[in-house]
């Protein structure tokens, strides 16, 4: 059975870093395209970033320089560096990842319809 484990949310104060970990289990394949999605309470989900088996990177536009998406595709594991955290990117990240190499193309970050197997999420909270 296919798993997705995030890993590293944590409270932070405005300015600072974290770095979120997802580990990928029970896959028989390097999945194609692998991404950071993130909600808000109130909010939509929306997408953060993605990254292709190759060196294919896409960003939101409200993360695009502060954010980097990295994979490490022998062990099935995506990485999100966040940096010049800011309070509006208080959420729950969500990792998420889909065999179609497709769901990486969108250049203003992936899209939640493109992605059928999702981690259960881990907080991140910054505080001005």
């Known amino acids: 059975q296919v798993q997705l484990v995030e890993s590293g949310g944590d409270s932070v104060q405005a300015g600072g870093s974290l770095r979120l970990v997802c580990a990928a289990f029970g896959y028989s394949y390097t999945p194609s395209c692998m991404a950071w999605f993130r909600q808000a309470p109130g909010k939509e989900r929306e997408g953060v970033a993605s990254a292709d088996v190759g060196t294919v990177t896409n960003y939101a536009p409200s993360v695009k320089g502060r954010f980097t998406i990295s994979r490490d595709n022998a062990k099935n594991t995506l990485y999100l560096q966040m940096n010049s955290l800011k309070p509006e990117d208080t959420a729950i990240y969500y990792c998420?990842?889909?065999?179609?190499?497709?769901?990486?193309?969108?250049?203003?970050?992936?899209?939640?319809?493109?992605?059928?197997?999702w981690g259960q999420g881990t907080q991140v909270t910054v505080s001005s």
């Open positions: 998420a990842a889909e065999y179609r190499s497709g769901a990486c193309y969108p250049p203003d970050g992936p899209r939640v319809a493109d992605f059928r197997t």
